[in-house]
């Protein structure tokens, strides 16, 4: 068989051979492949060389990937590689290029009327770049081929995607300002409704993350996002991300539960483990509380969840106690009226409930009583209006004639003569 009816005959026996172009046959339109493409990349070395369309009963995809195909089959073998010729073939309106006496692909008339030229044209022009494409290049032209075809391909896949793109740069905007209208409105619902700022703020952000849950999910559907397949993948990494974000998404469900419970409010005073002031803000991972000595204090929600936690403002009034003691031969009624006349007038202390004295020890040279007051819960006033009381307490039992003894202690010198005992207490107080 000659070379020319052998080649003619390979290229009839391909598949995008099977329908040539007949010079009376009508243009038909390319056809557009599954993934919406009407035109499919030949390749050489991964890198993109030109297009080609398709053809009656075959996509362009198939076609490109026939032909990238045969190609590599070549580059694969150890014989050097002939330079790509043309055989037009004018009777039928086709031309093939070969190489090694192997045909490549054929270049149809309907591939001629896709690109506004003519059969001959067209194979030569694929021709010569095969040929350029062919050749082996140095590490350098590789490179900046490489980069260039990748920059081709994103620059294609982004002017595929850009309807996509926009929709869904369009609605992460409305999805921001839905979220910011939908968090306002629950904010006036729960000022109305709540009166507490720490639910305030819990429901001002469950509103504004739970509108941007379902805009995102929308967003992605927009992008082709199959949710099946998210749901599956989102099944199988849970346990992994379970793990490694335990800590991060236990402080923000402690975050949770504490917004919701209500255990202690923006600016009260509180205990919380070995801290203690003023909460300054609750957020969904971390509390923050300002000690009394003006420290900020970043305290996770997990710890503040986990620990025990006093809250010195729940109520408005907070009751103070402030320790006397009275000699024993002081009358205790007096000493009680004294007291009660004293802390009374101090502002700050409140009339309801009075203040109550109790004898709560007798200790050895005094009769301690327990004074109980109550005053405003914050703790400057706590402070200020205790510290006023134990001072008009003091003054008052002094005006009124009460002694207030300090602790005495008796020495019993058994079998020891007196001068000698006198000369050891002095020898310990002058340090000898």
Not at 25 to 50: C, H, I, K, M, Y
Not at 85 to 105: K, P, S
Not at 139 to 166: C, E, H, K, M, Y
Not at 269 to 287: P, S
């Amino acid at each position: 068989m000659l070379p020319a009816a052998r080649l003619q005959a390979q290229d009839e026996a391909s598949p995008e051979a099977q329908t040539p172009a007949v010079p009376d046959a009508p243009e038909t339109l390319p056809q557009r492949s599954e993934n919406g493409q009407f035109f499919a990349d030949v390749s050489v070395r991964g890198q993109p060389v030109f297009q080609v369309g398709s053809l009656p009963g075959l996509s362009a995809s198939d076609r490109a990937q026939i032909i990238s195909r045969r190609i590599g089959g070549l580059l694969s073998q150890s014989q050097s590689l002939d330079a790509v010729t043309v055989q037009v073939d004018e009777q039928r309106q086709i031309a093939l290029l070969t190489v090694n006496n192997r045909v490549l692909m054929t270049v149809t008339q309907q591939d001629a009327t896709d690109f506004d030229t003519t059969v001959t044209d067209l194979a030569q022009q694929w021709a010569d770049r095969l040929n350029q494409a062919l050749v082996q290049p140095n590490l350098a032209v590789d490179v900046l081929q490489r980069l260039d075809g990748t920059a081709r391909q994103l620059v294609d896949d982004t002017i595929l995607l850009l309807p996509s793109l926009l929709g869904a740069l369009l609605l992460v905007v409305l999805t921001w300002l839905m979220a910011i209208g939908v968090r306002r409105v629950g904010l006036l619902w729960a000022e109305q409704t709540e009166g507490d700022r720490s639910t305030e703020i819990l429901i001002g952000r469950l509103c504004y993350g739970g509108v941007w849950v379902l805009g995102s999910i929308v967003a992605l559907g927009v992008l082709g996002l199959d949710f099946a397949t998210l749901l599956g993948t989102l099944g199988l990494t849970s346990v992994a991300i379970g793990f490694s974000l335990k800590d991060v998404l236990s402080n923000y469900i402690s975050g949770v539960i504490l917004l919701a419970a209500r255990p202690f409010r923006i600016s009260d005073q509180v205990v919380i483990g070995n801290y203690e002031g003023t909460v300054v803000q609750i957020q969904l991972r971390a509390t923050t509380m300002r000690t009394y000595d003006g420290r900020l204090v970043y305290i996770p929600n997990q710890q503040v969840f986990q620990s025990s936690v006093v809250n010195n403002t729940d109520s408005p009034v907070r009751r103070s106690d402030v320790m006397v003691g009275i000699d024993y031969d002081a009358d205790i009624t007096t000493a009680r009226q004294v007291i009660i006349e004293a802390v009374t007038p101090i502002k700050g202390v409140e009339p309801e409930p009075p203040p109550l004295i109790l004898v709560h020890e007798l200790a050895a040279s005094t009769v301690n009583l327990e004074v109980r007051f109550w005053v405003n819960s914050r703790r400057q006033s706590y402070l200020q209006v205790t510290s006023a009381a134990a001072q008009a307490i003091k003054e008052g039992l002094q005006a009124a004639g009460v002694e207030m003894p300090t602790e005495i202690y008796t020495l019993t010198f058994r079998d020891r003569p007196i001068a000698d005992a006198v000369d050891v207490v002095a020898r310990e107080i002058s340090g000898d």
